[in-house]
């Protein structure tokens, strides 16, 4: 019985995105910010692989639990619905509308006309400073109070006395009906109070009216296939309950983990989807840098208690939908990447460097539970699974293939390892020539000699490279042959450079720099002529170790026979 288990910690971004200057956003990174307060701890996520992670300043961990990613946001927006909507596989291409400086007449005519009732204020204002300004003129006139705020939020206030929740719950499924294409905002939201002039007090009436997601989500495949879909929190209300099975609110971090733990104990065939919003509601936007550090200390600690219990079945996976720098200027959210931590027996504690959208979890947790659902992701599955003696074989293969490299000049000897659908293995080693541009590497000499031999379709490729042992490793004698070519055995690694900070491109990034030799552009662009994108490389290092990357992901674009038709 599979389970998955998907806790979003509302708000932890760990940096920020390239384009953090279109949100007015610069220097944000919220997990970074509370790793300065003295009540920050990490002990357990951080032994999970936490501080692996591209582009954090956190300890690292030589054996972590955990495979962990840095995710960028595809989407163009940093608010709540948008990023979770993106983890569940939609990647939203426009941010949902705000209006700073109130609501366009056509909007609000249209909703008078269908009320009946007239309009109060249409400013961004605070809840309860709009009911003091405005409470007495709505009593005095039967005018609906209309405001909004920072967020993508339509928001109407109205005396219980004079409309009861019912009547103003219809008013909101009214303007839900009108807020639509590019009016389309997050949430309307029902704002009853009650009281008199002077002392007007919100009551617990409140209802959010959210917007539908724009097309199927992880959340509606797994439903359609009867699987469960357990949404702890403000889940439900993201997905405007579509494809939820099962749903239990909270009313803070400590509930919605005590909901976690019991959720342990139900048998189902699907998805635990929880938000842990303290994060975000009590510290990010209050900009509480010691709350928020308590807060993930709290979770941290809490961890290990969870995954103790998991069974051998069970995956998790810890993420968090943008950031909500508790440093950063004002108290919006902050256009930050995010962490991704997957654990679970069936899970191979790699680090899959940074990948482009939050969309890859919903592909991948769609792929695990059987789902054909990919969404706008990519699956990461195939990467984490734990090492097949396929590929263990591969890998020994590329290393004994590197023994044989003819590397005289550049002295980094190079194997690779090339296996057919058939199972056969086809190796190759770097072959370098005194004309420096004759020189082959080794993925095309195994690739070369695989197709020589009629071999033509491929199902995964091993690359190994590494320095020789003699730094100066051969000589030319006197008839001008190469003598002493050297032997082949690797030096001990060298220290590497340090991880350069993010936004540099990716190949910069530690993920590939960390003693692996990644195929050459123009091997890339030849394996491509014979393999799917989808097929696997494994990055040997010196160890044995290996990183697992495909093709689709180290050349997004390849030249195909398709262009050569324009
Ligand atoms: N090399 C490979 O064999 N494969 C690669 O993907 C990268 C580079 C070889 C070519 C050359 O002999 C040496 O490594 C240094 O560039």
Request: include cysteine; aromatic fraction near 10%; glycine fraction near 8%.
């Amino acid at each position: 019985m599979k389970r998955v288990f998907l806790i979003v910690l509302d708000s932890l971004g760990i940096g920020e995105l390239p384009d953090a200057p279109l949100f007015n956003d610069h220097d944000c990174n919220t997990l970074k910010r509370i790793s300065s307060s003295p009540f920050f701890c990490f002990e357990n996520t951080g032994k999970m692989g936490m501080g692996n992670i591209d582009g954090l300043d956190l300890p690292k961990e030589d054996h972590p639990t955990a495979a962990v990613c840095r995710l960028l946001e595809r989407s163009m927006g940093k608010d709540t619905t948008i990023g979770h909507w993106e983890i569940a596989g939609i990647v939203s291409p426009a941010p949902m509308p705000t209006y700073p400086k109130g609501f366009p007449r056509e909007i609000l005519e249209e909703f008078t006309r269908q009320t009946g009732r007239g309009i109060l204020c249409n400013l961004p204002y605070s809840g309860t400073d709009v009911i003091r300004d405005y409470g007495e003129e709505h009593l005095n006139t039967g005018k609906l109070i209309v405001y909004t705020s920072a967020d993508s939020v339509f928001q109407i206030a109205a005396h219980e006395d004079m409309i009861p929740p019912e009547e103003l719950y219809e008013y909101c499924r009214i303007a839900r009906g009108i807020l639509k294409g590019k009016h389309a905002v997050g949430r309307v939201i029902a704002r009853p109070f009650t009281g008199t002039p002077g002392n007007f007090t919100r009551t617990a009436n409140r209802k959010d009216f959210s917007l539908p997601p724009p097309r199927p989500t992880l959340l509606d495949a797994l439903y359609e296939k009867g699987k469960t879909v357990y949404a702890i929190g403000k889940i439900g209300d993201i997905f405007a309950f579509r494809g939820v099975t099962e749903r239990a609110l909270t009313h803070s971090n400590a509930e919605g983990m005590r909901l976690l733990s019991k959720a342990l104990d139900k048998d189902f065939e699907g998805l635990c989807f929880a938000n842990l919003v303290d994060f975000d509601m009590l510290y990010g936007h209050r900009r509480d840098v010691d709350g928020y550090a308590r807060a993930f200390a709290e979770f941290d600690r809490w961890l290990p208690t969870f995954t103790e219990r998991m069974r051998d079945e069970d995956l998790l996976i810890v993420t968090a939908d943008h950031g909500c720098d508790p440093g950063h200027d004002g108290s919006d959210h902050t256009r930050e990447s995010v962490p991704l931590l997957v654990y679970g027996q069936s899970v191979n504690p790699l680090n899959l460097g940074t990948r482009s959208g939050f969309c890859d979890i919903a592909a991948t947790v769609g792929e695990y539970l059987g789902l054909s659902f990919r969404g706008d992701g990519k699956s990461f599955l195939p990467l984490i699974a734990l090492p097949t003696q396929t590929e263990k074989s591969l890998c020994a293969a590329a290393i004994e293939a590197q023994t044989k490299a003819y590397s005289p000049y550049s002295e980094f000897s190079v194997g690779a390892a090339l296996l057919t659908e058939s199972g056969k293995i086809y190796t190759g080693c770097n072959i370098e020539n005194a004309a420096y541009p004759s020189t082959i590497c080794a993925e095309r000499t195994a690739l070369f000699k695989a197709v020589s031999e009629g071999e033509r379709t491929f199902s995964m490729l091993a690359v190994y490279g590494a320095k020789r042992e003699h730094p100066r490793g051969f000589d030319f004698a006197d008839d001008g042959k190469i003598e002493n070519p050297g032997t082949l055995t690797p030096i001990p690694e060298e220290p590497t450079e340090e991880t350069p900070h993010f936004p540099d491109h990716l190949h910069t990034d530690a993920w590939f720099s960390d003693g692996v030799c990644p195929p050459c552009g123009v091997c890339r662009q030849a394996l491509s002529e014979f393999c799917d994108p989808s097929m696997p490389i494994l990055l040997v290092r010196r160890d044995g170790t290996f990183r697992k990357t495909s093709l689709g992901d180290l050349l997004p674009h390849s030249f195909t026979n398709k262009n050569l038709k324009n």
